[in-house]
């Protein structure tokens, strides 16, 4: 529980101070990358850590990871430019990939399928307090002292979450014979990095079909080809698709591929949003974000007690619904509703991943064995990761070439760099009525397209969902 308060609370707390951070450093356009960088080191990672782990054993895994993820933190805060961030973003998700995944795999250990359903309401008491609290202490750091601190705040909770793990979880010793495959996860992380250089940059640097541009979607569609013939090659690889045969694991597993490019749209562009556009403080914009965070643990809670009864069909397809609403009510939000509506919409999204999430990690851990459960954990985790990292380039690209073609349409001379001034009221107050109103139609039109694109990967999910197949939880058990 500690550890999994890390993880929740570096998410709420940085993308809070995201926009004063951003206006800081300077370079608007680099914005996605600070997400990105950091979710394409974890996305990797936590398949290499998830192999590990059954390898070698949750403890000494963990802590390797954790500790990596607190060093990346501390360099985060002594950060002067934005490239120097994304950097330091690397490091610290090169450590991430331990956290959750490992945390998540423990208390698979601990308890049988029935017990696991219904823990998930202590679990999510961490995601709870770390809604409330993360965006509070996030926005008064912010406001009060100074961003650098949103990073080093994990620090002391890291040394702690590691003092208790070290004394107190006890775990069978591991006999199988170590063997990773880092040939694969080699190809992977190239496969990822020049498809990320492809959404992010593509349209600001080069052109998506310029001759750079289809070299690198070429050179990402070759490496992903090589790495998916690796894995089937592999003698232990770190995606093993025997078990993805199961139509549940399957699903559950695509699903989460969608809802986490839902849950980094909204996460990294409602601050934006509500500090650009409604010219509400970072506090105000945390708190948005808090509303969603409340929603996940009430909705998770609920889900362990219904998954029993109804199975994950039913609980995930509610998931589905509520992330349908939640998505909709993005697209049709103006200045005029309000940071109330913003909240509500976050809400929903919320109860939609509480749902969703708490189904497929109960499922799919009781439908392996223990020695492939931090695999099975894993894989679960990367599709979810790998939905983020998707989704931060995306919507990057769609922000960004969205406010090129405005400024152009508009014959305006401002660049996307110049929307800095929109994210905090000093900046604010340094330009011209006429440039104030017209930057933000531009930002809030680009967001609005943003959130759109959310809304269909909402629809999408819930036609996955459609396709688990029905039964009781107890029908996917391995014995």
């Not at 509500?344 to 020695?371: E, H, K, W």
């Amino acid at each position: 529980m500690l550890a999994m308060f890390v993880g929740a609370v570096e998410a709420t707390i940085v993308t809070t101070a995201m926009p004063t951070i951003a206006s800081d450093l300077g370079g608007f356009s680099r914005y996605s990358w600070i997400f990105s960088s950091y979710l394409l080191m974890s996305t990797v990672t936590v398949l290499i850590y998830g192999k590990l782990a059954d390898l070698f054993g949750r403890k000494p895994i963990f802590f390797i990871g954790l500790t990596i993820f607190l060093i990346g933190s501390i360099l985060c805060g002594f950060a002067v430019s934005m490239e120097q961030l994304i950097v330091y973003r690397l490091i610290q998700g090169l450590g991430a990939g331990a956290v959750m995944p490992i945390a998540t795999t423990i208390i698979g250990d601990i308890y049988s399928t029935e017990e696991r359903a219904k823990i998930q309401g202590y679990l999510s008491s961490v995601w709870g307090v770390s809604a409330v609290s993360g965006p509070v202490i996030g926005g008064l750091l912010v406001q009060y002292v100074s961003w650098q601190y949103v990073f080093w705040v994990n620090v002391p909770l890291g040394i702690l979450s590691m003092g208790v793990i070290y004394f107190f979880l006890h775990e069978p010793k591991e006999t199988q014979k170590a063997s990773v495959d880092y040939k694969g996860a080699f190809l992977l992380t190239f496969a990822l990095s020049t498809l990320l250089i492809w959404l992010v940059e593509g349209g600001q640097g080069f052109g998506r079909l310029s001759a750079i541009g289809i070299g690198l979607i070429a050179l990402s569609g070759i490496l992903f080809w090589l790495f998916f013939r690796q894995e089937r090659r592999a003698k232990d690889p770190l995606i093993s698709f025997s078990i993805w045969r199961n139509p549940v694991i399957l699903y559950a597993n695509l699903v989460s591929l969608t809802t986490g490019v839902i849950l980094i749209g909204v996460s990294s562009y409602l601050p934006t949003y509500v500090s650009g556009v409604m010219e509400q403080p970072a506090i105000i914009a945390g708190f948005t974000l808090t509303a969603m965070s409340i929603g996940w643990p009430l909705a998770s809670s609920l889900a362990g007690h219904l998954l029993i009864r109804f199975g994950p069909f039913l609980v995930s397809f509610a998931g589905g619904v509520s992330l349908v609403i939640g998505t909709t009510m993005f697209v049709f939000m103006n200045t005029a509703l309000g940071p109330i509506w913003a909240g509500c919409s976050s809400f929903f999204i919320g109860v939609g991943m509480g749902l969703t999430n708490t189904s497929f990690i109960v499922t799919i851990q009781g439908a392996v064995p223990r020695v492939q459960r931090g695999s099975a954990t894993a894989a679960n985790m990367f599709m979810k990761n790998f939905g983020n990292t998707i989704g931060a380039s995306v919507f990057g690209a769609i922000l960004n070439g969205t406010l090129i073609t405005y400024f152009a349409k508009e014959k305006l001379t401002y660049t996307i760099d110049d929307v800095n001034t929109l994210l905090t009221k000093d900046g604010r107050s340094m330009i011209s009525s006429q440039g104030l109103d017209s930057l933000q139609r531009g930002l809030e039109s680009s967001l609005h397209w943003v959130y759109i694109a959310i809304a269909v990967f909402a629809v999408i999910s819930l036609l996955l969902i459609l396709r688990i197949p029905r039964g009781k939880v107890q029908d996917y058990v391995n014995n």
